[in-house]
């Protein structure tokens, strides 16, 4: 006799309404897990974990789900509220206003910024920030920062620029090819169409942002926001004397960096130094 599918609880959150959708418009097309599993390209245990809301699901599923389903959007509407839940109030508001900003300014001292980090490095950097974490939430917070990375999508309106510290362009998370493959996303976007990512060389001295990252972003109203972030705690502000006076801050960092052009040869230059 075969096992009785575990009971969904759809009232407890989005990523449980998630998975009672997917078993529902899933059994309503007449189709098993390994069915699904075939379609999908995911495996028939992660997608029972997904329906159980044991896991949350990886970025790229929603939009084949709604493909194979013809459901016009609903499972990505979906991910983006459940992606939301695993963060802290403060967090969850600056990715709503995030999901808002036609201008996007980033410093970054210590890490690389999550909007262009590799899964990979975002993974080594949550399990060296908390290694009692088990691997299912580390995998939650790695799908939740990718799915914040749709923004960078080449069809968003979304100009970004970042300035990142020359520490964090040396300090590794993970083995050589984890760190490799992230200085090569970096290099790729130091100037595209929509990014600009420039490398403050620690030759500059120090500087007013030393000690932690800030997020400036104007929205699609003209209003201008800022968000700075410590290591557990961050801090909107949408007062705007207190955004002007960062932005100032911001400006005076980013004229001292490297050009993108210079700053793609200087992380290729510590690519090439990391071991093989």
């Known amino acids: 006799m075969p096992a009785r599918p575990r009971e969904l609880t759809p009232d407890r959150g989005a990523r449980h309404l998630f998975g009672a ?17 075939d379609v999908v ?52 508001r600056r990715m709503e206003l995030e999901a808002r900003a036609q201008v996007l300014d980033e410093y970054s001292g210590q890490i ?3 909007l262009i980090q590799t899964a990979d490095y975002a993974r080594a950097q949550f399990k060296e920030a908390n290694p009692w974490q ?24 979304l100009d970004y620029s970042a300035v990142i510290d020359e520490a964090a362009i040396r300090r590794s998370f993970g083995d050589p090819a984890i760190m490799r493959a992230q200085l090569a996303r970096v290099a790729e976007l130091t100037l595209t169409r929509t990014t600009v990512v420039q490398v403050l060389p620690f030759e500059q001295g120090g500087h ?18 800022a968000y700075e972030e410590g ?3 961050g ?19 980013r004229a001292r960096a490297l050009s993108p052009e210079d700053s793609a040869a200087f992380v290729r230059s510590v690519m090439e130094a990391l071991p093989t």
């Open 134 to 157: 088990s691997q299912d939430r580390i995998e939650e917070l790695v799908a939740a920062r990718l799915s914040r990375q749709r923004l960078l999508r080449s069809d968003t309106l």
């Open 41 to 92: 390209n995911i495996s028939r245990s992660h997608l029972s974990r997904i329906e159980t809301a044991e896991v949350m699901p990886p970025p790229s599923l929603p939009p084949m789900l709604d493909a194979a389903f013809g459901t016009d959007g609903i499972f990505e509407e979906l991910f983006l509220l459940a992606s939301k839940e695993i963060h802290p109030d403060q967090f969850q």
């Open 231 to 233: 290591i557990s705690t």
């Open 112 to 114: 690389v910024p999550g």
């Open 21 to 37: 959708k997917m078993r529902t418009h899933r059994e309503r097309a007449g189709m098993s897990l390994e069915g699904l599993s």
């Open 208 to 225: 007013a942002l030393v000690g932690g990252t800030l997020a400036l972003m104007t929205l699609d109203n003209g209003e201008r926001v």
């Open 235 to 253: 801090t909107l502000m949408e007062n705007l004397d207190s955004v002007i006076e960062r932005q100032r801050a911001y400006n005076r960092v």
